[in-house]
Nanobody
Framework: QVQLVESGGGLVQPGGSLRLSCAVS????????LAWFRQAPEKEREFVAT????????DYGASVKGRFTVSRDNAKNMMYLQMTGLEPEDSAVYYC?????????????????WGQGTQVTVSS
């Protein structure tokens, strides 16, 4: 049974930082491309970041490029999202996802497994 569990969300002031984690089990972690998506109330799901199976290829959504960094630790079956310069517009539920393939993708339908999400709220 494949499980993805996000953690690290919370309330942060504008300009602050947070680090999200995604713990993955039930699959051969190092063989899967991964991604972060987010969804705010009454908005469509939005691509945030993706990383390939080796961690040497990444891509970011335009709204987070230069502020967020995705990484992975294949020895620990973990993916991370370091978020800096947070803005109120970054408030959303953040989801991690895993695909059957090894590559990167910004398309949600490419991902087969999803976590339950962690809430990030940016507010003063």
């Amino acid at each position: 049974q494949v499980q993805l569990v996000e953690s690290g969300g919370g309330l942060v002031q504008p300009g602050g930082s947070l680090r999200l984690s995604c713990a993955v089990s039930g699959l051969t972690f190092s063989r899967h491309g991964l991604a972060w998506f987010r969804q705010a109330p009454e908005k469509e799901r939005e691509f945030v970041a993706t990383i390939n199976y080796r961690g040497d290829d990444t891509d970011y959504g335009a709204s987070v490029k230069g502020r967020f960094t995705v990484s992975r630790d294949n020895a620990k079956n973990m993916m991370y999202l370091q978020m800096t310069g947070l803005e109120p517009e970054d408030s959303a539920v953040y989801y991690c996802a895993a695909m059957v393939g090894t590559w990167i993708s910004a398309t949600a339908s490419m991902y087969d497994y999803w976590g339950q999400g962690t809430q990030v709220t940016v507010s003063s």
